[in-house]
């Protein structure tokens, strides 16, 4: 579903009558490329894009590398601008979709903030985007198998993200959000891949979150090199049965607080309430989409009613000091009076032998 | 985006090329009379910090902070549990949470008895964390003239052109009549098993000016852009293969 979402440009035009606003600029940098990828999913590549709306349905685009230009009409149908800036280039004054992250210089003084109602638009998904989140899942459980049959002692953490990065764009990624840890009790929270070598009786961790046309899909395992001890056994068993409390649970109108609250309380009931704070944890899962952190996330204290055609993952990753940190998680499709589980990869704890 | 390697080449990049260039930062700062200057920082921006400090953030957004006397301070938008690792390839010492940047700003700002403050090229500062200093008495530093590539600077760069270089020279070849995400998964992995931290390719075929994999079978002509960060240094490069005329508009790390 690369190019213009009309299912988008349908709502959008809704909303901008609802609020009374003449137009809408949805505006995409570096980092956050998904407010201009909810009506125009074509990855740009210069440091900005645009997207203008009107509330009669005219579209202009806006972009800041000359090469995007061309690549973007294919798409568009009609010829980006290349502009530097926005100053002058834009009709009226447009509600924006991504207004706090526009550099100021580019900022109208009285430019009022559309971030949260296109937020809130784009995390119910049309029948094209789930089935473009269908495919990035199925991507992430074939990531997932690669990492699990590549990895091997003596193998260092920026070598296996390598060998996983290899494979998912192989296979047509169009990026990747990953992270990693590898260790034991001392192992608190997963970051980007160190020099470190991976050992026999290492608990290996990763959040793997591989984009398709736009759509990131995440999937949390944990593997162990060699015979798992009695703590790593025991360990994935509270995170197992938390992520299925979730998973149970998740359907249209449940909180996303209960939805953390069901898998703090399985860790709760276990004596390890106290790691399920921020002090070990940020967040029990979130919404996924055309960024791969959406809100609302999962949370005791976000008081947000999950709907049909939401999807999101479930991952009541932390630390806890039978193991050190471990997570887990799968991302769930809301239905119309449950969730589907949209990875496939076994919900167990991986053994390499080795 | 930023998956690989992460680290700090301290023979490359001594703590005293960080503390020349934080001094330059500081010469500046005591001529405008001003107590600090802040340098934002985030996934895609973390050129400016990464040179002064050698922090260069795989998520989130930051705020480098640095005294006119003293050492520099990060304000995080990362998890504390990721610090000790944040300290282990940075200059920093002391670094503060700080899930809302320009509130914590402004607290800190307090805590030291700043009544003015210098930002880094404020006009490029998220408009969310500008327009919550300008009570603050925050002033434009434009980082011209601060930001100067010293021996260091291009020695790294320079590493990384020969880096990106190699591995093109050697894999270019490869991509004729096979899948473009195939070509480029190969590069992906060669690249990131030699150390790269972030890679952009764009391929160019069929007169097209240069764009992602997009699911095509390359022909026997095309040229290749890779955009490759080594250890925080972003270079371009660029190759033809066969007949093909190269990347319009493009050019190489000189």
Redesign the interface.
Known sequence: MVGINEHRRKQLMELMEERKWDSILLYG???RKDYFRALVNV?Y?G?YAAAWLSRSGELRVFVTD??D???MAEFVGTQATLVYDFEGNLPGAPAVAG?????????DPGAVSATAEIEELRRVKTPEEIETLRRACDLADRGYEYFADVIEPGMRE??L???V????????A??????IASGGTEV??M?????RKLEKGDAVTTELTPQVDGYYAQICRTVVLGEPSRGQRESFAIFSEAQQAAEDLIKPGVKASDAARAQNDVFRKYGYGEYTG???T?VRGHCLGLFPDETPHILEDVDYTLKQDMVVIAHPNT?LPLAGYMVHGDCLLLTADGNQRMNHTEKKLFVKEV | MKRGLIAWDREALPPAVFDARLAKVRAALAERDLPAVVVYSDVARSNDARFLTNFMPYWNRSLVVIPREGAPVLLCGLSPRVYPWIRSVTVFEEIRPASKLAPSLVEFCEERGWKRLGVLDLPKMPNEVESRLRGLGVIDVSSQGLLEPDEAELAMRARAEKLTRSILEGQTNLGASILDYEFVGRLEREYRRSGAEDVVIRLSSNGKTPRPANGSILTDEYSVVVDLEYLGHWVRVTKAQGAHPGTPGSGDAL
Not at chain 1, 174 to 179: A, I, R, S
Not at chain 1, 191 to 195: F, S
């Open positions: 940098q570096g980092w990855n590549m440091p000359p090469w230009r061309e690549w207004l706090e992250l526009m550099e100021a210089r580019l900022v920026f070598e993200v390598a060998e990065e290899g494979f998912l764009k192989s296979n047509g169009e990026d990747n959000f990953m992270l608190v929270g970051k980007p891949p160190t020099e921020p002090k070990y940020r630390y």
